[in-house]
């Protein structure tokens, strides 16, 4: 699994036509350079990347175990290599994780979420199967972009939740959807703010645009990459002998009423002795 993770090479997916070429791989060096970057020194056991097998996700990461996931918008998956059953070690329902719960240190989702029929149920999912402290790393297309409008331009007329063509989600968007699983959110970058040209020589031309966007208007870029992390609100355990030991607020004496004559008399003063 480790050598197929690090060395299988796939042409660009179906789902990325409407960008081209040029765009799709740009995209495709822009996610491998930052997963290379920033996964490389999450330590845990177990990390698993969902769909498009072209990005090596966990190449430089080191967890003795790691599988690829094949989902069930992967129709437009890559052929088998010889003496290959398939490209990927597990398949599986992106709404619907066969892991038990808090079982994952790592859960890559590289354009998962815009692919998949129900996102909300594929995030879910991952929170459930997610270790306290474990790390989710997501990117998408942003809907606010070049890209994403070149995107959106080629869906028009198409039926909704098609797997070829992703339904784009907004950098904000996701950003609430985490913290409303309870992950918070590391690593926020963009990355792409040429238009989405079919030709590389003229998207050579608008390299300058890069460097502007990036400075001046980051949040246009044409692809976003979040990293979050799943937090659990601590607690203290008390040992069962210690809290045993505690007297129940039950149990203790309540007060009554006196019935006594001497109720309702005044007591009579003291003498008064005065110094002589």
């Not at 601590?234 to 040992?239: E, F, S, T």
């Amino acid at each position: 699994m480790e050598s197929q993770i690090i060395e299988s090479k796939h042409s660009c997916g179906a789902w990325l036509a409407d960008l081209g070429q040029p765009v799709a791989s740009r995209l495709l060096a822009w996610e491998q350079q930052q997963a290379d970057e920033l996964l490389a020194d999450v330590f845990g056991y177990h990390a698993v990347q969902l769909g498009w097998p072209d990005l090596q996700a966990l190449r430089s990461n080191r967890m003795p175990h790691r599988w690829m996931a094949q989902a069930e918008f992967e129709a437009d998956g890559p052929l088998p290599a010889p003496g290959q059953s398939s490209w990927s070690d597990v398949g599986l329902d992106s709404r619907a994780w066969p892991w038990p719960a808090d079982s994952l240190d790592l859960v890559v989702l590289p354009h998962a979420l815009e692919r998949s029929a129900d996102p909300h149920a594929c995030l879910r999912e991952v929170e459930r199967v997610l270790i306290p402290e474990g790390q989710v790393l997501i990117t998408g297309l942003n809907p606010w972009s070049w890209w994403g409008l070149r995107q959106s331009r080629g869906q028009r007329g198409l039926v909704p939740h098609d797997h070829l063509h992703p339904s784009l989600i907004a950098y904000r968007r996701l950003r609430d959807w985490l913290r409303l699983l309870g992950f918070e959110v590391q690593v926020s970058r963009f990355g792409g703010w040429t238009p989405a040209l079919g030709s590389e020589r003229w998207m050579q031309r608008l390299n300058w645009m890069d460097a502007l966007g990036e400075r001046w208007w980051p949040i246009l870029g044409g692809v976003y990459l979040l990293t979050a992390t799943k937090r659990v609100p601590g607690g203290r355990l008390i040992d069962g002998r210690r809290w045993r030991t505690v007297r129940s607020p039950a149990a203790a004496t309540a007060p009554i009423a006196r019935s006594d004559t001497s109720i309702g008399r005044q007591a009579a003063p003291k003498d008064i002795v005065e110094p002589r």
